[in-house]
């Protein structure tokens, strides 16, 4: 039972990693405040649903939702290309809500709240990943590569231009850089590994609803990318193991699940503000936020 | 090597430039000078294409270049240093100056697949630029632990190292001790020796006259006198505009 | 006539969202804070008001009095105990607006703890019997929420134009530096500010709560559609915001005569997203002046 109990927060903490990293990209790296991430990970979520439901292969599920979510990174680059910090955060978010929207209401696709049920399992090379172990496995790859294929991005000069677009985008231009295209690509990539964390996520939980996809789930996150510090991969990591372990004690004092989940959210909420307040560069960050 | 035909900009009712003209001839070093709110700094953000012109034109070695986006007109070869420091302060020195050389950087599979690298060449680039400006012991530091001197002169050195065929400086030595002052004065004459042209707004009149072969001077948004140092330095009108300003 | 309810329920929508905004809209104005948790407070004044009329039974007069007390302190503290630190050590915009998101979730939570999540009715109103007006109907409660609203409108005009305090309020949200300057203390003003707006989400919670049922995500649900009016009528523009919600309450009733009608939160959301990408200048515009 532990053993099953651990795997489950194991296959979370890989989840909730690759989500964060994903947003390091554009928030910490780049400086672009999207709070409209969790968007991209309910589109790669119901896009490999919805695949996976009609007899696709995962390894087409997979990368359809890594893409579909990329897609919309492109495509929301160029509205909010000239907006600022808190306007963009707020564009981005109406984003989120939009696209909950869409889920809640195009039910002839989605069956709105009703939900999609009865994901299978993912099989790869003949290998059926129904076991939770397997699945761990499974999801401690991807994200491990998702977070090597990031750092190798970061470290590389083409990860220099987007922290210098986040230090000062006019001195970027001026130095020749085609700032417009770098945020499109870290808008992108962004959407493309968040999509890809919808997808694990459909497939551990084998069901999903619009209502996996609001603020609400947004905020561990954000918690997670500012105490991990901005722009900092290895603060991220220690960040959501404390971020995702810290509230479980709460399960062991006996109280009823119901309480436990706006608990969660408490104490993920009394977090950011205390974080925000004392320590806003969070343990490794290189900047404060805007 | 650049010409500013009537160049127009407002910001309300507010005519920050009106009806600029001049030119830059190749391998000299111009000085654009004038009391403060003359539009000089205005003028420069023009020609970098970071405000759009209300009218008139710019003419970059034959080419129009009005109203293009910033990144075009840098990769035509101009090369700009801003009045306040524009360092990317939370990446180190040596970053910093690599922007100003990479051309590559922009290229996501180019940089994924690791061709991009950091090779001897540009590596020498930058410690030579370093050792010019006195700045090599801070290579590895990030931009933000520096002083306020010591930014300027990386910042100098970056826009240095920026291909280009025109440097433009907006006030290089503000707030920086006498001694540097001259250091940089050498600096740019030797840069101008080996073929560099340079644009620079200066309010430091010795600075300015010391190195300058041309002068142009401004006030109210127009081009009011322009000259060799000399004879801009007793024009009635130069010493009018300035003295105005002193009055106000 | 068709035309005449939707109209009606344009106005009733309109009104309900005018009260949220109006007070959202006083708050950015003077402060520049996007209070989103503004919508937790009307939440959390409305479960007050349940839980000090239908679970502590108290005369429903008095727990109105009492409420709406609670929402002002409430208002006041969220200022004093989150912003005012943000603001002490200098915070951008986005990190205040991250924290008025996680103090929004915060109450929320709490909400969701000491309630439950049911939905909840503040029986005040027994039944509501409708009035016929050209056949569509509307309730006593109903028409008492527009009249509230517009009444809100010509108080807060007269507020900000003629008191001392609705002065100094517009003065420090023209420019606080100079303000400033004058002598006006910035700290009170932004304090006044939250507890006048807040003072308004109290009334917001009242009417509301007996409208509609309560239940713990309204604030959200609520603090979406008041943004969406405030920056329909330019963001900082208090009577702007009232007339921007009456316009949304439109375009949302009559917006699903020709959609399914789960689709109006919709309407809201991507009238908000199109005005936030195209139109800026609206919020610029106001922040550009503001510096001069």
């Known amino acids: 039972m532990i053993e099953a109990y651990l795997m489950h927060?194991?296959?979370?903490?890989?989840?909730?990693?690759?989500?964060?990293?994903?947003?390091?990209?554009?928030?910490?790296?780049?400086?672009?405040?999207?709070?409209?991430?969790?968007?991209?990970?309910?589109?790669?979520?119901?896009?490999?649903?919805?695949?996976?439901?009609?007899?696709?292969?995962?390894?087409?599920?997979?990368?359809?939702?890594?893409?579909?979510?990329?897609?919309?990174?492109?495509?929301?680059?160029?509205?909010?290309?000239?907006?600022?910090?808190?306007?963009?955060?707020?564009?981005?978010?109406?984003?989120?809500?939009?696209?909950?929207?869409?889920?809640?209401?195009?039910?002839?696709?989605?069956?709105?709240?009703?939900?999609?049920?009865?994901?299978?399992?993912?099989?790869?090379?003949?290998?059926?990943?129904?076991?939770?172990?397997?699945?761990?496995?499974?999801?401690?790859?991807?994200?491990?590569?998702?977070?090597f294929i990031i750092k190798r991005i970061v470290d590389s000069p083409f990860g220099k231009v987007l922290e210098a677009i986040r230090d000062d985008e006019t001195a970027a231009r001026v130095l020749g850089k085609n700032v417009f295209k770098m945020k499109s690509y870290a808008l992108a990539i962004s959407a493309f590994f968040a999509g890809i964390a919808g997808s694990l996520y459909a497939y551990y939980i084998t069901f999903i609803d619009p209502s996996s996809f609001t603020l609400l789930q947004l905020i561990p996150v954000l918690t997670i990318v500012i105490i991990g510090g901005l722009a900092s991969l290895k603060g991220t990591i220690i960040a959501t193991i404390l971020i995702v372990l810290l509230p479980e004690p709460l399960r062991f004092i006996g109280f009823p699940s119901s309480i436990v989940g706006p608990m969660r959210q408490i104490i993920y909420a009394l977090i950011l503000l205390l974080i925000l307040i004392y320590k806003p560069k969070g343990f490794y960050g290189k900047v404060e936020l805007g | 090597m650049l010409k500013i035909k009537n160049l127009k900009k407002y910001f309300g009712g507010v005519k920050a430039v009106d009806g600029c003209s001049f030119e830059v001839k190749k391998n000299t070093i111009t000085a654009l000078i004038g009391p403060n709110g003359a539009g000089k700094s205005t003028v420069f953000n023009l020609i970098s294409g970071i405000l759009k012109a209300d009218d008139g034109k710019i003419v970059f070695n034959g080419r129009e270049i009005t109203n293009e986006k910033p990144e075009k007109i840098s990769s035509l070869g101009i090369s700009r240093l801003f009045q306040q420091t524009r360092l990317f302060n939370n990446l180190t020195v040596k970053e910093n100056l690599n922007l100003a050389l990479e051309q590559e950087d922009t290229k996501f599979w180019k940089n994924f697949f690791g061709k991009v690298k950091l090779n001897r060449g540009k590596e020498k680039k930058i410690d030579e630029i370093l050792k010019l400006v006195n700045m090599e012991k801070f290579k590895n530091r990030l931009a933000r632990e520096l002083s306020y001197g010591q930014k300027r002169l990386v910042e100098i050195a970056r826009a240095i190292l920026k291909p280009h065929k025109l440097l433009m400086l907006d006030e290089p030595v503000a707030g920086v001790n006498p001694k540097l002052r001259k250091e940089i004065a050498k600096i740019l004459k030797k840069l101008n020796k080996e073929g560099d042209t340079i644009l620079l707004i200066e309010h430091d009149m010795n600075f300015t006259l010391k190195i300058a072969d041309e002068v142009i001077v401004m006030d109210n948004g127009k081009v009011i006198a322009k000259g060799k140092p000399k004879e801009i330095k007793n024009n009635p009108k130069v010493i009018e505009a300035y003295l105005g300003e002193t009055k106000k | 006539m068709i035309a005449m309810q939707l109209l009606i329920n344009s106005l009733i929508a309109g009104a309900i969202y005018a009260l949220v905004a109006s007070g959202f809209s006083l708050i950015y104005s003077t402060t520049k804070i996007i209070h989103f948790a503004h919508g937790a407070i009307i939440a959390i004044s409305a479960y007050f008001l349940y839980f000090l009329y239908s679970i502590l039974g108290l005369n429903f007069g008095f727990a109105v009095i009492l409420t709406i007390i609670f929402s002002a302190i409430a208002g006041y503290f969220s200022d004093f105990l989150i912003y005012k630190p943000l603001r002490k050590r200098k915070a951008s915009s986005i990190m205040l607006l991250i924290a008025s998101v996680a103090l929004l979730i915060l109450i929320e939570s709490i909400i969701l703890i000491l309630f439950g999540a049911d939905v909840k009715t503040i029986g005040f109103i027994k039944i509501a019997k409708g009035i016929e007006i050209f056949s569509a109907i509307i309730t006593p409660l109903q028409i008492f929420i527009i009249v509230s609203s517009i009444a809100l409108l010509l108080f807060l005009f007269i507020f900000m134009k003629k008191t001392k305090i609705g002065k100094a309020m517009r003065a420090v949200a023209d420019n606080k530096e100079i303000a400033e300057v004058v002598g006006i203390s910035s700290e009170k003003i932004f304090a006044y500010a939250f507890i006048i707006g807040s003072f308004i989400a109290g009334i917001a919670s009242i009417l509301v709560g007996l409208e509609q049922n309560i239940e713990p995500m309204m604030g959200t649900n609520l603090m979406i559609k008041g943004f969406t009016g405030a920056i329909i009528g330019g963001i900082g523009n208090v009577p702007g915001a009232i007339l921007g919600s009456f316009l949304l309450g439109f375009a949302e009733n009559f917006g699903i005569w020709f959609l399914p009608s789960g689709y109006k939160d919709a309407i809201a959301f991507i009238i908000l997203l199109i005005f936030l990408l195209f139109k800026p200048e609206e919020i610029l515009g106001i922040k550009k002046e503001s510096k001069k």
Do not use: E
Not at chain 1, 73 to 90: E, V
């Open chain 1, 9 to 147: 927060l194991a296959i979370l903490i890989f989840i909730y990693l690759l989500l964060a990293i994903s947003l390091q990209i554009s928030m910490g790296f780049t400086g672009l405040f999207n709070l409209g991430h969790i968007a991209f990970y309910c589109i790669g979520a119901y896009v490999s649903a919805l695949l996976a439901l009609n007899g696709f292969p995962f390894w087409l599920s997979f990368i359809s939702a890594g893409i579909s979510a990329l897609v919309f990174g492109f495509f929301i680059a160029l509205p909010t290309n000239k907006l600022k910090d808190d306007y963009l955060a707020l564009a981005t978010l109406a984003f989120t809500f939009v696209i909950y929207a869409i889920a809640l209401n195009w039910t002839s696709l989605t069956r709105g709240p009703l939900g999609l049920p009865g994901i299978p399992r993912p099989s790869l090379f003949g290998i059926s990943f129904s076991s939770n172990l397997s699945f761990l496995f499974l999801t401690a790859f991807v994200t491990l590569a998702s977070l």
